[in-house]
């Protein structure tokens, strides 16, 4: 599966609860940012990692960034329809929608087709 379909479908699955103001919140309440949504789909691909990796982290490392988005973007907190990712995250956007905008989005995104 393409790291595109692996999050469109992640925001899409009703997996993730989505909270606001972090990557993550508390481990017991399972709240997720968008990015956090990433950071954890990267979490999954990378043993070496855990969330203690990520304390503290506002936008998308740039290691995630490469992962998700390829090796040659560096996009912290991309851009969508004129919005910071994390932006239309915490003004309450849904993950369906955001999955929608970004999915749109991914070419400008990523470079790809």
């Given at each position: 599966m393409s790291k595109k379909e692996?999050?469109?479908n992640a925001l899409r699955s009703g997996e993730y609860k989505q909270g606001t103001g972090a990557l993550r919140d508390?481990?017991?309440?399972?709240?997720?940012c968008?990015?956090?949504v990433i950071v954890d789909l990267y979490i999954q691909e990378h043993a070496s990692e855990s969330w203690r990796d990520f304390y503290g982290e506002a936008v998308l490392?740039?290691?995630?960034?490469?992962?998700?988005?390829?090796?040659?973007?560096?996009?912290?907190?991309?851009?969508?329809?004129?919005?910071?990712?994390?932006?239309l995250n915490d003004d309450e956007v849904c993950f369906?929608?955001?999955?929608?905008?970004?999915e749109e989005s991914w070419g400008a995104i990523t470079g790809e087709p």
């Amino acid at each position: 599966m393409s790291k595109k379909e692996l999050i469109l479908n992640a925001l899409r699955s009703g997996e993730y609860k989505q909270g606001t103001g972090a990557l993550r919140d508390n481990p017991e309440e399972g709240c997720y940012c968008v990015l956090g949504v990433i950071v954890d789909l990267y979490i999954q691909e990378h043993a070496s990692e855990s969330w203690r990796d990520f304390y503290g982290e506002a936008v998308l490392p740039n290691r995630v960034s490469s992962w998700a988005f390829g090796d040659n973007r560096i996009c912290n907190n991309p851009i969508i329809r004129g919005e910071p990712l994390a932006a239309l995250n915490d003004d309450e956007v849904c993950f369906f929608e955001i999955a929608d905008m970004l999915e749109e989005s991914w070419g400008a995104i990523t470079g790809e087709p």
